[in-house]
């Protein structure tokens, strides 16, 4: 039977790599993301799963906040859908884990890196194959970097290549992005041969409890159906906004046409005023009006140029 836990659902995510005994499952998909800098020896969850988070219906953020032994902060969050501002506020939040460090009167030299990592299960930068950005303070211009200070991590899991015949030569972090956008769809005993570091061994006996313990497989479908009627409902509000979008931009074509009718109208007009003038000056009669109204305004010019030059012609 499938595992049918989506480590996605806001429940699940916490509950796996929230729970201090699950230690291991987040120190094992924060190296794979951090590779190959300092890796993460051991963990103090700071947010530890609490069943009161999950007591309504409302969606919360799905982040976990750490440190690690070196001192190094972190939060690991993640998100369902790029909504807007989600960058400016990856930002705000790896400052924010920067400067709350700082007790007062203590000094600024034990401020500790703060890294923010944010999983996605959405595309944030769709003009790039690359799944995994890391940001830093940068002098661009010199290359120089203000290190052990503040990053952010972008990971956007779905432009990762995925599937069973690879998985056991990928790398941690496409290991991690297949278990978390596929683990329900394969039994626990499949998945702990596909990924058999003892991180991901966690990380399945976590999912698995959830699946077993009849109180948090109820708290799960709450979660799940929560998370998917809220998605139905944003889809829905894109949809609505792109039809009225659409709406606008007829309308604002219609207008645009209407002027640029009027616009050729009124050029054409000159153009024929100007036929019908010369044709008198040549001598010639002039032409009933509704015969000029089928030809476009290149042919009506060249029969002004052409005018032109025969009466120039005739001035000779």
Known sequence: MPLGIKPTVDFAYKKIFGTPENSPALVGLANAVLAPDEQIVEVQILNPFNYQDFADDKLIVLDIRARDAAGRWLNIEMQLNVVAGLQQRLVYYACSLYTDQLEKGA?????????????????????????????????????????????????????????????????????????????????????????????????????????????????????EKAQRDYLAALEGARQEGLEEGIEKGIEKGLEKGIEKGIEKGREEGVLIGKIQLLRQLVGEDADPENEFRDRSIEELSSLVAELQQRLRSRGN
């Open 107 to 223: 000094n600024y030299s034990q401020l500790r890196p703060a890294i923010s990592i944010c999983l996605l299960s959405d595309v944030l930068f769709d003009d790039t194959p690359a799944a995994h950005h890391r940001f830093r303070l940068t002098d661009v211009e010199h290359n120089r970097v203000l290190a052990d200070t503040v990053e952010v991590h972008t990971v956007e899991l779905t432009k990762y290549n995925l599937n069973e015949a690879s998985i056991g030569q990928a790398s941690g972090i496409e290991q991690w992005a297949f278990f978390l956008l596929v683990a329900d769809r394969h039994e626990a005993d499949r998945l702990r041969e596909l990924l058999p570091g003892t991180e991901f061994q966690q990380a399945i006996s976590a999912a698995e409890a959830i699946r077993q313990k009849t109180e948090d497989r109820m708290m799960y479908d709450q979660r």
